[in-house]
C-alpha cells in the first residue's frame, strides 16, 4: 500500500523557520516526483515547490526564495525547509508523489498543519 506520511508542521512565529518532512512507501521513490502543495481555508489547493527524479527544482512565485525542496533518495523522503515564515503561510501542507514513467500514478498525505502567527 502506497502511504506519504508527513510531519514537521506545528505553530511558528512571522520570521521563523520550520522543515516539513514527507516519508514515502510503496513506490518505487527515485522514480517519483516529489511535490508540496498547501491550501488555506476557502482557498484552492496551490504547488509550493517540486523536485524531479534528477533533482531539478521549482518553486511558486510566493515563495521568493524562502523555501527550499530536497530529496533523499535513500530515506525516501522529501523536505520542505521554510525560513521567513509569514502569517500568510499558514496552511495544511500536503505531500504529492508523481509517477514520472508508465501510467500516470498521483499520491497526496494527509498533510500537516502548518500555522504562523504571534
Known amino acids: 500500500q502506497v502511504q506519504l506520511v508527513e510531519s514537521g508542521g506545528g505553530l511558528v512565529q512571522p520570521g521563523g523557520s520550520l522543515r516539513l518532512s514527507c516519508a514515502a512507501s510503496?513506490?518505487?521513490?527515485?522514480?517519483?516526483?516529489m511535490n508540496w502543495y498547501r491550501q488555506a481555508p476557502g482557498k484552492q489547493r496551490e504547488l509550493v515547490a517540486g523536485?524531479?527524479?534528477?533533482?531539478?527544482?521549482n518553486y511558486a512565485d510566493f515563495v521568493q526564495g524562502r523555501f527550499a525542496i530536497s530529496r533523499d533518495n535513500a530515506k525516501n523522503t522529501v523536505y520542505l525547509q521554510m525560513n521567513s515564515l509569514k502569517p500568510e503561510d499558514t496552511a495544511v501542507y500536503y505531500c504529492n508523489a508523481a509517477s514520472t514513467i508508465g501510467p500516470r500514478r498521483v499520491y497526496w498525505g494527509q498533510g500537516t498543519q502548518v500555522t504562523v502567527s504571534s
Open positions: 523536485i524531479a527524479s534528477g533533482g531539478t527544482t
Open positions: 510503496g513506490i518505487s521513490f527515485s522514480l517519483y516526483a
